[in-house]
């Protein structure tokens, strides 16, 4: 019980020499990679760098003991970075107190949203974010993103806080691009962009095995920065007008409270909720991609307590939002990392950093982080999905379609409001016309199938429908009137016979339009039978007067009720040779 | 085409003498019955009495072109008049212009919103509503209704927008109770009681035919009103504290135009959707009760047009919103109106009383009014269907006493809200974990059932699973982890069979699923095979690269593919006997 919340005790239990090899060389690589990733989400989320770094300490630690991922990195991460300078920047102006003050507010709700969710168990909310959705969703902030970056590498400023008016602000601004800015932008991006590409198989041709070639590779970040920054001091480039990163305070992070002011909770508590879920989301789809590699599993209901833990010790020392990020995670994953003590390795390495490294990075241009980013995001921009999804579903396609539209032109938290509701509007017109067929049985079987696509016997005063849906409030009325339509098109109808093999579940609201049928039936002479009830919706309807009410019967087989209800007219069904000799099978 | 938005085409084309006797005679018992009912629901709106009788004209006619019941009867009605004064009381007090001018505006909204989500055939919307929310709210609706019209008959000044606000109010002013309005509220509200449960019987003892006796205590209303006008006159009442209806302003409606300051249309939208969708249910309800009787049909999207068409001419007309209502629908059936003339008939007797009756009424109390509404709605009160509820579904039972709860305490808009989103959650919760089940065969047939409750034929390397609800992005997540799990717990499986028979759809998420089932199966060296897949969904799954992707093969049947897949550990299945000897079946 206590390790279903503690999932340490369980793989703490067997720790070993040999694991905590393998967990604190996997540490190294994702601490050089993370240094960088973390400046730069500090910058797209329009916070200090140093918040970034201190994003990425405890939450590591807290996702450690309470996270079920054996290789999720928990940190900040480009989405929720975005989804912070939106929330943030609507209720105060970047570089204020205020601004900073927000995004802890925010990582602080968030927590503690995720917590409440996984102790109500409610994993199952994620489940409103369809894979189409969540593919519009990334493919549309990934484009916000890389556009919001490229002012940093033209060195000028401009705003714009949806696309249309970003795309506007570069172009007013344009002609005061600072050309050094330019000189550190382009090329890191390019090189950035060769690292992600090039870089592994050209280290295999000078001979390194594909294993460190791959590991090397991801060092291309640090690179980038170690050669920029050498270039902003040889060149003296802070003169010339290139946006450096400045002084970073040193220090481990500061013990920092949320506010507790009620008009800023009000304020952000949507926007909290939604880079909740979306954060979920994205580090659940992560957590189990890896995980079922190695045949492991994760817990999503205890995954929400981890990333709440997370969450909140990120408020309290002084960070923003954190999720499960896929490209850190995969390198960890890669790098070989075997328990969450990894992650708890790498806080301890990004904590040294902070405490010594910093004063490095005062020369870091900030094109080159923008750069960093832009390479990320851009991957994440997906061609594809539109034309497939057009090609298979056009309720998905439309989801998709809306989710980018409305993210790109009225931003983030819209963008997922309207995707979840698009797709909850089709699912619900779906729902609401669920699949019933008019049956008949199969000539000398005990098998019914429908009447329209098979050659079946059936009477013309028994009317056989078989439903192939729970029936719930969502198709309530939808029940009743297909079932007096299909009985008003037949004058001689003494039987209806409902076949409920395929119905799961009735609910109160189904159970109401049954008992309107059965009424109006009787009204009009008419038996109504059902067949083939499921034992647990069979134990339920016992509790009701319904059955006591039914004007016909409940068989245990439509095979057995067609045979008994159809010998009402006196005569017993004619032998199969009477309608093979009719065409009519 | 034209009669389907035009239903008075059908209808008119067969209008003879008879149909017009009928009809006419049914007018006339339903305007007597109109006349204090609209008079009191506009009290109940907070808005003038004449605008009740404005709101019962032209609406009327409207519906009579547009609409598909031939019996409903459309005017104002006690829910919708209720959520009238909640929305308009939001943002001007009563008995001010701008409270009257926000009454006619929601009517306007109300009105264009039920015309496009008619046009839009997205009556389906409506589906949200489940029973046991509808009850809920109408239950909660009528306790509301029921305590603000109290105040009228004790003759005290009280306000509250939720029912412990009501009560408090009610108990502050208590002891200001005039003791002559008491006088007039509490015998009116006793003869009306009997009226409704009493007259008919008293009538038929008193010889009347059982018909004529039901039609004559429908006027019961008609009967307190001229009596306690009488009294009011007798005894001065007016001077004596009395509250009396005073000067209605003689005439036809005037010619209304609503507001189209945008400021109050956003504050106004969101309790104009709920006034609709209510409206909408209600009338829906009724209608379709009354056409079943006759075996007519009522098209619930051209419905919404006629409804819209209603809203649209009431607000016009300085009317507020109306719907159908179940009272005045059920006696304009009972006394034989055959066709929707009969409402447009309806409509000249009220235009006639706004011409002429009008100075009758000056001397009528308001408390009268009051305890006409207070005996209409405590009928709406539904003590019996919480327990029903609680015994047949739990989650039907939170849904019904959520919505009880929330409107009694934080009105009437929000209590909608909470139904259906409690509702729709319930609902999203039980869809993310539909059914499944492992199956086998039943020795020497052809048919598969779920191993737990049957004894079935299986073999250890093959794993059957039947879905039994559609793949959706509801439950793709759930798919994944499912299959997954059940193929971890067997180590020696090398076959997964995903039976398909009851799978009627496979949305983008759903087949994204299977893709990583497929990718992940085929990891382990297990092969994916689909059976009893339904034609409309292969043919989709045809436009994707899935089917080539597969490691396994599409069959036709759950038996072939068992059959073959089962062979593929080299020795065939062995006979019934081998497992009836050893009690395996």
């Known amino acids: 019980m206590l390790s279903r919340y503690l999932p340490i005790l369980e793989w703490g239990r067997t720790y070993n020499r040999?694991?905590?090899t393998n967990d604190l060389m996997a540490a190294v690589i994702v601490t050089i990679m993370l240094i960088p990733q973390s400046l730069a989400y500090a910058l797209l989320a329009g916070l200090p760098p140093v918040v970034g770094l201190y994003a990425s300490i405890l939450p590591l630690v807290l996702y450690a003991i309470f996270g079920t991922s054996r290789t999720l990195a928990v940190g900040p991460v480009a989405v929720v970075s975005l989804m912070t300078a939106s929330a943030a920047g609507a209720v105060a102006a970047q570089g204020t107190a205020e601004y900073l003050e927000a995004a802890i507010t925010l990582a602080m709700l968030s927590g503690v949203m995720l917590a409440i969710l996984g102790l109500l168990r409610a994993g199952f909310l994620a489940n409103l974010l369809s894979h189409p959705v969540i593919s519009g969703f990334i493919t549309a902030s990934g484009i916000l993103i890389a556009t919001s970056q490229l002012k940093h590498i033209l060195g000028i400023t401009a705003g714009g806080d949806n696309w249309p008016s970003m795309l506007g602000s570069l172009a007013s601004s344009f002609t005061e691009t600072n050309p050094w800015t330019l000189a550190i932008g382009i090329p890191a991006t390019i090189f950035l962009f060769w690292v992600r590409k090039g870089a592994k198989p050209a280290l295999q041709r000078l001979g390194l095995p594909a294993r460190a070639a791959d590991m090397t590779a991801k060092a291309g970040p640090v690179v980038a920065v170690a050669l920029t920054i050498m270039a902003a001091?040889?060149?003296d480039l802070g003169d010339k007008g290139v946006k450096l990163v400045g002084a970073i305070p040193q220090g481990l992070p500061p013990f920092a409270l949320p506010s507790t002011d009620l008009s800023l909770i009000q304020q952000l508590w949507v926007p909290a909720l939604l880079i909740s879920i979306i954060g979920f989301v994205e580090s659940v789809s992560v957590a189990q991609t890896l995980a079922a590699k190695r045949r492991q599993r994760i817990e999503p209901d205890q995954e929400l307590i981890g990333l709440g833990a997370a969450n909140i010790a990120s408020a309290f020392s002084g960070g923003y939002p954190v999720t499960g990020g896929f490209a850190r995670s995969a390198v960890n994953f890669d790098a070989g990392a075997?328990?969450?003590?990894?992650?708890?390795?790498?806080?301890?390495?990004?904590?040294?950093?902070?405490?010594?490294?910093?004063?490095?990075?005062?020369?870091?241009?900030?094109?080159?982080?923008?750069a960093t980013i832009i390479v990320a995001v851009l991957s994440l921009v997906d061609m594809k999905t539109p034309g497939q999804l057009w090609r298979y579903s056009k309720a998905d396609f439309a989801a998709h379609v809306a989710t980018i539209a409305v993210t790109l032109i009225a931003g983030v938290e819209l963008g997922v409001i309207t995707g979840v509701a698009v797709g909850l509007l089709l699912y619900l017109y779906r729902a609401s016309r669920p699949h019933a067929a008019i049956v008949g049985r199969v000539p000398e079987t005990e098998h019914f199938r429908n009447v329209e696509r098979h050659s079946v016997f059936t009477v013309p005063h028994v009317l056989s429908i078989r439903i192939d849906e729970a029936l719930t409030y969502l198709n309530a009325r939808w029940l009743e009137e297909y079932v007096l339509e299909r009985v008003a098109e037949r004058p001689e109808l003494r039987h209806v016979i409902l076949m409920c093999s395929a119905v799961n579940e009735i609910d109160a609201s189904g159970l109401e339009s049954l008992e309107a049928i059965n009424h109006r039936l009787g009204d009009g002479g008419i038996g109504l039978h059902l067949s083939e009830v499921k034992g647990p919706v069979m134990d339920r309807l016992k509790r009701t007067h319904f059955l006591d009410e039914l004007n016909g019967k409940v068989f245990l087989s439509q095979d057995r009720a067609?045979?008994?209800?159809?010998?009402?007219?006196?005569?017993?069904?004619?032998?199969?040779?009477?309608?093979?000799?009719?065409?009519?099978?």
Chains 1, 2 share one sequence.
């Open 338 to 370: 075997e328990t969450p003590a990894a992650g708890a390795f790498t806080a301890v390495g990004i904590a040294l950093a902070t405490l010594f490294l910093t004063p490095l990075l005062f020369s870091l241009p900030i094109a080159t982080l923008a």
């Open 562 to 585: 067609f045979a008994e209800v159809s010998k009402d007219n006196g005569e017993p069904p004619p032998p199969v040779d009477h309608y093979l000799a009719r065409g009519m099978i």
């Open 233 to 235: 001091i040889a060149l």
């Open 18 to 20: 040999s694991i905590l």
